[in-house]
């Protein structure tokens, strides 16, 4: 299965914490080894980590990162950069070439992402070409990567986990 790690660009933490957090949230279900955060958010990595601690798996986050030494850094060891973009090339066009990629950096931003971005990344890839959000556009481009097979993703070493049943909450503890 292809590494995939998340660059989230843009966070600012007067406005940004909820769905930044949802953006790590997400990567850590749907498959993602981990998240890059540019910008300093030390909420953020604790509350990320807490889940990964209680619920397993060996996500990681790392935030005060450069966003233009980590792409390139990605880069220069043999890794892809994915920026999801709606001005991208259609997702459905490049997922069969993109799974043969080793490891892929996917970028995400906030408001408005520096120009240099889109010249940078290998690929501009959109998830319909209509505005949306970034946590919607990085669950859709992963699930298309992965073809459906991260949504039975093991988290090991948690202390709990849901029993999932029909009707009701059941967790247990292990
Ligand atoms: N208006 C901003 C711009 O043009 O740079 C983007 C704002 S949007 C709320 C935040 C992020 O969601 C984007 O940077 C992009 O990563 C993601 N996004 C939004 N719509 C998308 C789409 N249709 N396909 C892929 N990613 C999308």
Redesign the pocket.
Known sequence: MTEVCVLR??HRPERDQRVTTHVGLAARALGARGMYLAGRDAGIVAGIRDVVARWGGDFFIEDGVSWKRCIREWQGSGGVVV??????EPVREREAELRDKGKILV???????PGEVYTLADYN??????????V???AV?LDRLFAGEELGGEFPGGRIRIVPSPRGKRCEEI
Do not use: C, D, R, W
């Not at 920026?83 to 991208?88: A, C, F, I, K």
């Not at 970028?107 to 992402?113: I, M, Q």
């Not at 890839?125 to 970034?134: L, Y």
């Open positions: 660009l843009g920026h999801l973009t709606m001005y991208g970028v995400v931003g906030a408001e408005k992402v890839i959109a998830v319909t070409n209509q505005p949306h959000s970034e919607a556009g990085l481009f």
